[in-house]
């Protein structure tokens, strides 16, 4: 299993969230947060998106998914995200130990989709 964390553009979410259905990914956890990346959020600012000093505003997805689904749930967020412009976002991909759905207390790939 691999627990996917992706660092978007707000205005990408709508686009990356269809993307993911049409792989048949529908669980998604999704956070609003602030950062910046090597451009230390300079360039970005002149396109008015400001916010708390140089940092501006992101989404974070988080995806958990069986190891066959990596490699479409990367390709549908870059699909989903991608403008060309600097801020696309980032995808880091991590291993994940274990998934435990609370209801059932099923786990492993079962619990995860
Ligand atoms: N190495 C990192 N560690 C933690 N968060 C990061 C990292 N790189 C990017 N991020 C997060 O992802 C967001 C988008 O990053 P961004 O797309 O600007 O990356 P970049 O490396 O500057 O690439 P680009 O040159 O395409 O802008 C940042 O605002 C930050 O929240
Ligand atoms: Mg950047």
Same mark, same amino acid.
């Given at each position: 299993? !691999? %627990?996917?964390?992706?660092? +978007?553009?707000? *205005?990408?979410?709508? *686009? $990356?969230?269809?993307? %993911?259905?049409?792989?048949?990914?529908?669980? +998604?956890? $999704?956070? &609003?947060?602030?950062? *910046?990346?090597?451009?230390?959020?300079?360039?970005? @600012?002149?396109?008015?998106?400001?916010?708390?000093?140089?940092?501006?505003? !992101?989404?974070?997805?988080?995806?958990?998914?069986?190891?066959?689904? %990596?490699?479409?749930?990367?390709?549908? +967020?870059?699909?989903? #995200? !991608?403008?060309? #412009?600097?801020?696309?976002?980032?995808?880091?991909?991590?291993? %994940?130990? &274990?998934?435990?759905?609370?209801?059932? &207390? &099923?786990?492993?790939? @079962? #619990?995860?989709?």
């Amino acid at each position: 299993m !691999k %627990l996917v964390i992706a660092i +978007i553009q707000p *205005h990408r979410l709508d *686009h $990356v969230k269809q993307e %993911l259905y049409n792989v048949e990914v529908n669980l +998604i956890t $999704v956070s &609003e947060v602030l950062g *910046h990346g090597r451009q230390k959020g300079i360039t970005e @600012v002149y396109r008015g998106a400001k916010e708390t000093g140089n940092l501006l505003r !992101k989404i974070r997805l988080e995806i958990a998914v069986n190891d066959s689904f %990596l490699n479409k749930t990367v390709k549908a +967020i870059i699909k989903g #995200a !991608k403008t060309g #412009a600097t801020g696309d976002g980032k995808i880091f991909v991590m291993d %994940l130990q &274990e998934c435990i759905r609370i209801r059932t &207390e &099923e786990t492993g790939s @079962v #619990a995860i989709g």
